[in-house]
């Protein structure tokens, strides 16, 4: 401990090696940010003011709108004030919050995208019980327990990291404050860290990701008996959008956080959190969109109201 000091600021220092690249970064972040922040408040929009929309599939998804809006301003804010700043610093307090908020929306996006893939089962499996099983107090309960979930998960993460003693250095090697590169400056035992976010990766990651594949699996023999052709396109296309969804962000999340780390695979990991934490998120209202007919139907319709007050 006497070798210890009281950490106040952390410095963010990733992908900082390349400082030709730290405007272009900025530009690019900012508009990835910005298309974000219109798409995924434009179809937020779409699922609250048109009533056709107000069903447990749109509800869950204006849910993971507003997550991905909210995951994405907890970081990306901080990430384009590091490009285009000398001194990258972030207040202790700052680090723990940005942690707590960014962690737990990841958390609770892990068990939301599994219970989409359960109502797409329902929906599918069994058409004529739909209503009766999701009804809205269990699809409300289902979102609740979704966010009530993944930040008591981050919550202990933050708590158990934070209150660890760093070694003098507040060198933060990542483009945020994530976990795994907040813990390389810890100067104690981290077992109990290493433990639980092991528990936390198993429950949030594999768990979910099992559910998902078993009820495509069912969703897929249920598809393949329709007779008519447009109802299995019909179908298909209501999971498709939810399945690329699936494959981007756990393809991201399990390189992430499942893989062995080594010192090679640095740049390797802010790269996927910046892809992680930016593309993906920007990409699902534009996935959503272009691959459901509803969606797209609603968007034209707002949009020709919206001409139409103009033209009067």
Request: proline share 4%; glycine share 4%; net charge positive.
């Amino acid at each position: 401990m006497g070798n210890d000091s009281a950490v106040t600021e952390f410095l963010l220092v990733g992908l900082s090696q390349y400082p030709q690249l730290q405007l272009l970064l900025f530009v690019i972040c900012l508009i990835m940010y910005t298309i974000i922040l219109l798409g995924n408040s434009l179809l937020l929009t779409i699922i609250v003011l048109d009533s056709h929309l107000h069903t447990p599939m749109y509800f869950f998804l204006g849910n993971l709108s507003f997550l991905d809006i909210c995951y994405t301003s907890s970081t990306i804010p901080t990430m384009l004030a590091m490009f285009v700043s000398q001194k990258k610093p972030i207040s202790f307090v700052g680090c723990a919050l940005q942690m707590v908020i960014s962690l737990g929306l990841g958390c609770t996006e892990c068990v939301l995208l599994a219970v989409m893939a359960y109502d797409r089962y329902v929906a599918i499996c069994n058409p004529l019980r739909y209503p009766v099983i999701m009804n809205r107090v269990l699809y409300m309960h289902m979102a609740a327990w979704s966010w009530i979930t993944g930040y008591l998960i981050a919550l202990v993460q933050t708590v158990l990291t934070m209150v660890l003693p760093f070694c003098g250095s507040n060198v933060v090697d990542h483009i945020t404050c994530e976990i795994l590169a907040l813990l390389k400056l810890v100067c104690s035992d981290i077992s109990v860290n290493v433990l639980f976010m092991t528990v936390a990766g198993f429950a949030l990651l594999l768990v979910p990701l099992l559910l998902i594949f078993i009820s495509y699996v069912y969703i897929l023999s249920s598809i393949l008996r329709i007779n008519s052709v447009d109802g299995r396109k019909k179908a298909f296309s209501t999971c498709s959008a939810h399945l690329t969804v699936v494959i981007l962000f756990y393809g991201s999340a399990l390189f992430m956080y499942m893989k062995p780390k080594s010192k090679d695979t640095k740049v390797s990991d802010e790269i996927v959190s910046l892809f992680y934490g930016a593309v993906t998120p920007m990409l699902n209202p534009i996935i959503y969109s272009l691959r459901n007919k509803e969606v797209k139907e609603t968007v034209k319709k707002v949009l020709n109201r919206h001409l139409l007050r103009l033209k009067v």
